[in-house]
Nanobody
């Protein structure tokens, strides 16, 4: 099994930056793609960015140019660098891993952007 633990959330002023981390453990060799999602109060969870086993990255239009997904060389930690944050970026941010046909989620980390 794969376990995901997010960290790095917090309170930041508009225009600021944060870097989220997603640490993986378990049978990580079976992970195909990892990604970041977020869910704001009263809204559906939305896709932000993903990185494939081969390193191909995809971004949602809403965050392209502001957010960057990356991972360490050991492929055990995935990061989301968030710049130029806006109050509307306030949400719980979740890490996701696709393991075969299964989707594994972390517990989420709260990001609050003040105006």
């Amino acid at each position: 099994q794969v376990q995901l633990v997010e960290s790095g959330g917090g309170l930041v002023q508009a225009g600021g930056s944060l870097r989220l981390s997603c640490a993986t453990s378990g049978t990580i060799d079976n992970i195909n793609t990892m990604g970041w999602y977020r869910q704001a109060p009263g809204k559906q969870r939305e896709f932000l960015a993903s990185i494939s086993r081969g390193g191909i990255k995809n971004y949602a239009v809403s965050v392209s140019g502001r957010f960057t997904i990356s991972r360490d060389n050991a492929k055990t930690t995935v990061y989301l660098q968030m710049n130029s944050l806006k109050p509307q970026d306030t949400a719980v941010y979740y890490c996701n891993a696709n393991v075969g046909d299964l989707a594994v989620w972390g517990q989420g980390t709260l990001v609050t952007v003040s105006s």
